[in-house]
């Protein structure tokens, strides 16, 4: 017989069975087994995390036991077993399993070969410096919720005030139930590249953010195959990565006999256990099932892995090394399911959802840390002028005081005869007299002004939200500039993978950048050629204070180099830049590559490939010139690369492809020209951080305007002529469009096409144009016709040639070379395109002719 309070309650078994296994699954799946996407962290590591903390196990304080830190995440915050706590720790340790690792381990903590760590009580540990300054600092500003623990006694946060994306730096797997995770680490340069280029500009897609981060980058290194795969787990949230060890075919050398090939394995893929591994290739060796392998030995040490597969002496090395890759670990594939919680809901994301889900977080975070900041300096401001009310009536203050019989009527009395607050009243009551003198008051005034003016600017964050995202921004880069390393993965194409190029047809186009740094790309054809003195078209749509700043024409599948005012070089393939209408405005520049808002771009080059044979040309507004190998540039980060050392004051101005054999003319503003050879006797090939040489030899108030390369052949054949400058009579009125002398119309080219801002122009033989020593004052280019004209571009170009002009105003004329009329260095040209009275030339470019072989040609100014 069963009393009242045992009574059964009668329920359908499939019902409880259904409900009772859904609420086991989402506990599992929300508080054991997948991260959250804010802060990348599974409960445990977020507990074992935050205990250090408690603990101060910062990175300046000495170790301390694992079993010291495993007792109090277990009593404190996490009610399971030990060494499910441990082992967590002990990963999070491990520099092979942990892109960057959060935890300093001091101890054995296992290794690649699959050896356990040491028992915890052996082992020692504290905090990694990335762990305090990008996953804990802030916590104790109110940036995020904190809830009560399993017993109630303490106080643990629901995530961590991750300021980096940790999600995809070290990656995390994971079974739950009915779901895995399983997300591949990355390199931190890479994502913070990826998040600003997210925050500057919020329509960019999951391709284009493939160019900041462009695959996952594994602390093991190794190789990647196949851009394609990556490419579907970023779009997709899922993709089967091919991972490949990095093996080398060497020829070992022995004493007394006949040397033998070997494959050296010096990187393995990712989680691959090396013991495994050698034991997994000595068995099939054994089986007969990988032939031409006579000995397999390890040789790894503390500097690093080194597997010797020593090779029979008629084995091929290609096809043995092809079958270790086919029938062994040394490739495998890495199967990224990019799954985590959103607001406690498992989510597949893509590489462009994930970032906007972090940013989100990072805003609120930062909002509620400027919060709790303004609340601070509000209550000291408060009792700041408390302080400084009882100061003006500093009399007044004592008198009253002195006459309360005790202190709530003291309180009391200054609450209603001065207005104060409870709070500075008891402000008042325990200021110690040492405060009323002069100094200490003068203090008090400027801590009031100091903090009204911090108050100004919390208030200015809140209401702003670029400003927020400014700090992200600032934040993201201070971690990056401090913990980044390079990347150890390298990413190579598949056999028969399709590159994005081979979709693109690689056509003639024209990049134009304003002064503002609004950047397009359109087609040549969009302009016609016209004839010579007419107006032109409209290039692009313009603010009243804007205009055009760089010009340049090259085709779809070069890369565009971009040079920055501070000596740094940023890239971009042409066919990356949006295009657009001539009347169209463009997109940011910072939209595309991550320049900081003080830097400016000056100069722009398009390369198709990078040899050792070319160089670039580099020159500053300074005067100062250098060349460096086009190679030293073919790998240029995405945060940009230095490519020139520059002195204070200075910046980087005109950059030129240049060979050994060319020569280089500089120009003036007020018309002097310079021509110099660039072989290493004149221009010696110098390192990327490196200043140069002088240039130029410039009169007063003079200042240089342009520079262009002649290509080796026109230098052979000056320098057949012995250098010499002919004899030409000059037309010095240069109104007369058959202004060609004797020795000008038996010129067959090339010439130096001088083009002045108001408007005029002529074709100039560039052998009058005497070769000379570099840092001389160079010779005449042009007169001009009025002293406001002054010189806007002066470059090499051929009969065959078409040009393209633009002005400040974004109008664009294009036209034959042959229009302009050939005259001497001191004729003043011929009227080339028909200008408004507050209108200039700033720009002139060269149109890439219909062969595959021709270079495109490119010229921008002020």
Aim: with cysteine; aromatic share 4%; net charge negative.
């Amino acid at each position: 017989m069963t009393t009242s309070q045992e009574r059964i309650l009668p329920t359908d078994l499939r019902n409880e069975m259904q409900q009772s296994y859904l609420e086991y699954a989402m506990s599992v799946i929300v508080g054991r087994a997948l991260p959250d996407a804010r802060d990348g962290l599974k409960p445990v590591h977020r507990r074992i995390l935050y205990a250090m903390h408690e603990l101060g196990l910062t990175p300046d304080r000495p170790f301390r036991k694992c079993a010291r830190v495993v007792g109090e995440v277990l009593g404190k915050y996490h009610p399971h077993g030990d060494t499910a706590v441990y082992d967590a720790l002990v990963r999070m340790a491990q520099n092979f399993s942990m892109r960057s690792p959060l935890i300093n381990g001091h101890g054995n903590f296992g290794s690649i070969d699959n050896d356990p760590p040491a028992a915890m009580r052996y082992t020692e540990c504290r905090l990694q410096a990335l762990s305090t300054d990008a996953m804990l600092r802030d916590i104790d500003q109110e940036t995020v919720d904190f809830l009560d623990n399993f017993d109630g006694s303490q106080q643990e946060p629901i995530v961590l005030p991750a300021r980096i994306p940790q999600l995809l730096l070290n990656g995390s797997s994971g079974i739950a139930v009915g779901m895995a995770t399983n997300i591949p680490p990355h390199n931190l340069g890479e994502l913070v590249d990826g998040l600003i280029a997210t925050i500057h500009n919020p329509e960019i897609t999951d391709i284009e953010l493939m160019h900041y981060i462009p695959g996952p980058d594994f602390p093991t290194g190794g190789q990647i195959l196949g851009v394609s795969s990556i490419r579907e787990a970023y779009t997709t949230g899922r993709g089967s990565i091919t991972m490949r060890g990095v093996a080398a075919i060497e020829v070992i050398e022995q004493r007394g006999r006949p040397d033998k090939n070997a494959i050296i394995v010096t990187e393995l893929p990712y989680q691959t256990n090396k013991a495994a591994l050698i034991e997994k290739i000595a068995e099939m060796v054994n089986e007969k099932r990988l032939e031409g392998i006579s000995d397999i030995r390890d040789e790894s040490d503390r500097d690093g892995m080194r597997i010797v597969i020593e090779l029979k002496r008629d084995a091929y090395p290609r096809v043995v090394l092809n079958n270790l890759y086919k029938q062994t670990p040394l490739q495998a594939n890495f199967g990224a399911n990019m799954l985590a919680l959103v607001e406690a809901e498992p989510q597949l994301l893509t590489l462009k959802r994930y970032l906007e889900v972090f940013i989100e977080f990072r805003i609120q975070t930062i909002e509620r840390r400027t919060q709790y900041e303004l609340r601070k300096a509000e209550q000291r401001d408060r009792l700041l002028q408390g302080l400084l009310i009882a100061l003006d009536n500093l009399d007044a203050i004592i008198a009253l005081i002195r006459g309360a019989a005790d202190t709530p009527t003291a309180k009391q009395e200054l609450i209603d005869s001065f207005g104060l607050t409870e709070e500075q009243a008891d402000a008042i009551l325990q200021m110690q007299l040492r405060r009323l003198t002069a100094l200490e008051a003068e203090k008090i005034q400027q801590e009031h002004e100091q903090l009204q003016v911090t108050i100004a600017d919390l208030r200015d964050i809140l209401a702003r939200r670029e400003r927020v995202l400014e700090i992200i921004e600032t934040e993201a880069l201070e971690i990056k500039e401090k913990f980044a390393t390079p990347r150890r993965t390298v990413i190579e194409h598949a056999e028969g993978e399709i590159d994005p190029t081979d979709l693109i047809a690689n056509e003639k186009a024209i990049v134009m950048m304003t002064e503002q740094g609004y950047i397009k790309r359109m087609p040549v054809n969009t302009f016609e050629a016209q004839s010579r003195a007419t107006r032109g078209k409209s290039g692009t749509k313009m603010k009243e204070d804007d205009g055009v700043e760089h010009f340049l024409t090259c085709r779809d599948h070069d890369k565009v180099l971009f040079f920055s005012d501070r000596g740094v070089v940023y890239s971009l393939n042409a066919y990356q830049i949006p295009t657009a209408s001539r009347t169209a405005r463009g997109v940011a520049i910072t939209q595309m590559l991550p320049i900081p808002l003080a830097e400016k771009i000056t100069s722009m080059v398009a390369v198709e490939e990078f040899t050792d044979e070319e160089f670039l040309v580099m020159l500053t507004q300074g005067g100062y010139i250098k060349k460096t190998a086009l190679s030293a540039f073919s790998n240029i980060r995405a945060n940009g690369l230095i490519a020139i050392s520059l002195s204070e004051g200075d910046c980087l101005r005109w950059v030129r492809k240049a060979r050994l054999d060319d020569t280089i003319i500089i120009s003036s503003r007020k018309g002097m020209a310079i021509h110099f050879r660039a072989d290493n006797e004149q221009l010696r090939p110098l390192s990327r951080a490196t200043r140069g040489v002088k240039s130029m030899n410039l009169r007063k108030g003079d200042e240089i305007i342009s520079m262009d390369v002649l290509p080796s052949q026109v230098s052979a054949q000056m320098a057949a002529l012995g250098d010499e400058e002919p004899e030409v009579e000059d037309n010095l009125n240069g109104d007369s469009e058959d202004s060609e002398t004797e020795a000008e119309s038996s010129f067959t080219g090339p010439w130096a096409l001088v083009i002045t801002t108001a408007g005029y122009g002529k074709r100039v033989p560039v052998n009058q144009f005497r070769l000379q020593r570099r840092a001389g004052k160079g010779v005449i280019a042009i007169k001009f016709r009025n002293e406001k004209d002054q010189l806007a571009a002066l470059r090499i170009v051929n009969e065959d040639d078409e040009l393209m002009m633009i002005t400040s105003r974004g109008i664009i004329i294009r036209q034959a070379i042959k229009a302009i009329s050939s005259q001497s260095r001191a004729a003043r040209g011929v009227r080339v395109q028909r200008l408004d009275a507050d209108d200039a030339i700033v720009g002139v470019a060269l149109v890439p002719l219909s062969g595959e072989e021709d270079e495109p040609i490119i010229d921008e100014e002020e």
